[in-house]
């Protein structure tokens, strides 16, 4: 095989296709890549901030809402003192626990992100890409900073359970 086919093998195995790259990011398959494992992370914790900021509206605003459909016929202040009351259960504050972990993350990734896309911290000289295709921008500070991200989220949550559950 000549280093020409050879390179359209290796081009043709690591083309993902419209709908893996596009639609669907979390199946493409990259090894020991955690910049992968931070974009889907970045994705999944941004839909959780989502649900929570429309179950929150949904909250706030049920003393107006529950006058026109009422929650086990409370309305009004009522209603929002039952809703609160739910709220103060286990399973909640273990949604709170898992809202107070997505925002951490969120909020770190995306600093990182800003960071390295805006201002071009870590990056390093543009290389000509070479299959298989590694993320150029996966480099020694690039690294060293996603894991020092993972760290610091994973402490922030820790000390959020206590403050949440303690």
């Known amino acids: 095989m000549s280093d020409d086919e050879k390179f ?5 195995e690591n083309r993902q296709g419209f709908w893996k790259a596009s639609l669907n990011p979390w199946l493409i398959r990259a090894k020991n890549n955690p910049e992968r494992v931070a ?6 914790t941004g839909f959780i901030i ?14 107006v809402w529950s006058q026109y459909a009422p929650i086990n016929g409370l309305s009004g202040w ?3 003192t039952y ?5 103060s259960a286990w399973w909640a504050r273990l949604g709170e626990w898992i809202v107070a972990g997505a925002v951490l993350f969120h ?3 995306g600093f990182r992100l800003l960071l390295t896309e805006f201002f071009g911290l870590g990056i390093g000289k543009p290389v000509e890409p070479k299959p298989p295709y590694e993320a150029p921008t996966l480099n020694a500070p690039q690294r060293t900073w996603l894991y ?3 760290v610091v989220a994973l402490v922030l949550w ?3 359970a206590f403050l949440i559950f303690g």
């Open 8 to 12: 359209r093998s290796l081009e043709m």
């Open 78 to 80: 009522a209603a929002w």
């Open 107 to 109: 909020a770190l990734n």
């Open 158 to 160: 820790a000390f959020s």
């Open 39 to 44: 974009f889907v992370l970045h994705r999944v």
């Open 148 to 150: 020092i991200e993972f």
């Open 50 to 63: 989502i649900a929570f900021l429309l179950a929150h509206i949904l909250e706030t605003d049920s003393p």
């Open 83 to 87: 809703i609160m009351g739910i709220e």
